[in-house]
């Protein structure tokens, strides 16, 4: 009998699931259950491929845009990460019966920015291009109004209409020290600017990247279980970077993980994205279990008990 080298396994907590896609999740399930299949989703519920087909395999269908979904009194609902304005208003044209599974707190940064514009502010978004939460922040206001600004250059270089009456806003799932620096160089450069108390980054990202913070630089290696097109799972594995591990990789599940790098390492931090199922971090447990002798220590950086209730409309349905 071979014997297992040894590995300690150190899991970050908080990991994986928030309120917000706990929230959409259900929406999608709680439709499913009233409304019956098919119900359809406009963009990934959230940005997990194993979350999307296991929605599909109860009837819901995934579409990117609204002019896929045919006419129909089934619902559609709108993901996670929020929809410009022109999204329900071209539901309403069509008749459509829309659930908004929108996370309540990118609601918030969509009510920040519309509140400064109405006040007279021009606004700028801290955030990525093309992302589906930046484009659904940037379509709560008449086209042009906001500035996205992704750089520190950016920031160098934009030319406002008043520098004495701005505000920002900012994508919730950025790096918390990327931002900190972006807001710090708006302030210096505009020193009237208005912006929330810090940012807008929402508890989760920020206490899984806490947890990330304080596993990475004593292990040999860490994972973050989520998908590739997760932003907040992106960010995890590059704070890990950042905070002195040297070997950090993003997988979706067990059999994406490249087991030759993982060969000689004594020590492995795992975390996982808000989108990235706790189902998912076990099967990976469970494939490094046949490999090694694993003993298991939670790390606790943050106590999380935030819930969101349903969207309005699935709430009158129950
Ligand atoms: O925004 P991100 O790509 O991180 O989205 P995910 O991976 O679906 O995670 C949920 C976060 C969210 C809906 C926006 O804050
Ligand atoms: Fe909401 Fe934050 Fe989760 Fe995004 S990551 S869905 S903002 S709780």
């Not at 896929?68 to 069509?94: L, M, N, W």
């Not at 109405?118 to 659904?136: D, I, K």
């Not at 920002?168 to 210096?188: F, K, N």
């Not at 970077?241 to 087991?259: F, I, P, Q, Y």
Request: charged share 25%.
């Amino acid at each position: 009998m071979t014997v297992k080298p040894k590995l300690h396994v150190l899991l970050c907590a908080p990991r994986g699931f928030c309120a917000g896609v706990v929230r959409a999740i259900d929406a999608v399930e709680e439709a499913l259950r009233i409304h019956g299949a098919p119900v359809y989703v406009r963009h990934e519920i959230v940005h997990n491929k194993y979350v999307v087909e296991t929605l599909k395999s109860k009837g819901a269908i995934f579409v990117e845009e609204l002019d896929e979904v045919p006419d129909t009194t089934q619902p559609v609902i709108f993901s996670a990460h929020g929809v410009p304005k022109s999204i329900p208003a071209d539901a309403e044209a069509r008749n459509i019966f829309a659930i908004d599974a929108t996370c309540p707190l990118v609601t918030k940064v969509h009510r920040e920015a519309e509140l400064h514009h109405r006040q007279g502010r021009q606004v700028l978004l801290v955030g990525h291009a093309g992302h589906p939460e930046v484009v659904g922040t940037l379509g709560q206001l008449p086209s042009g109004s906001i500035i996205l600004v992704q750089t520190l250059d950016d920031i160098a270089t934009l030319q406002p209409l008043d520098e004495n009456n701005l505000a920002y806003v900012t994508q919730t799932t950025l790096s918390v020290d990327d931002t900190r620096c972006m807001v710090e160089a708006l302030t210096r450069r505009f020193p009237q600017i208005m912006g929330p108390h810090r940012e807008d980054i929402c508890y989760a990202t920020t206490n899984r990247q806490e947890a990330v913070k304080r596993i990475a630089p004593v292990v040999d290696a860490l994972l973050v279980v989520g998908s590739s097109n997760s932003s907040n799972s992106q960010r995890l594995k590059e704070v890990a970077e950042r905070s002195g591990c040297k070997l950090a990789r993003l997988v979706l599940r067990a059999d994406d993980v490249e087991w030759d790098l993982f060969a000689n390492i004594s020590s492995l931090g795992i975390t996982a994205g808000a989108s990235a199922p706790e189902i998912l971090v076990e099967e990976i447990m469970d494939a490094f279990a046949q490999r090694f002798e694993l003993s298991v220590e939670t790390v606790s950086t943050a106590d999380e008990g935030v819930f969101f209730p349903l969207p309005r409309e699935l709430r009158q349905a129950v």
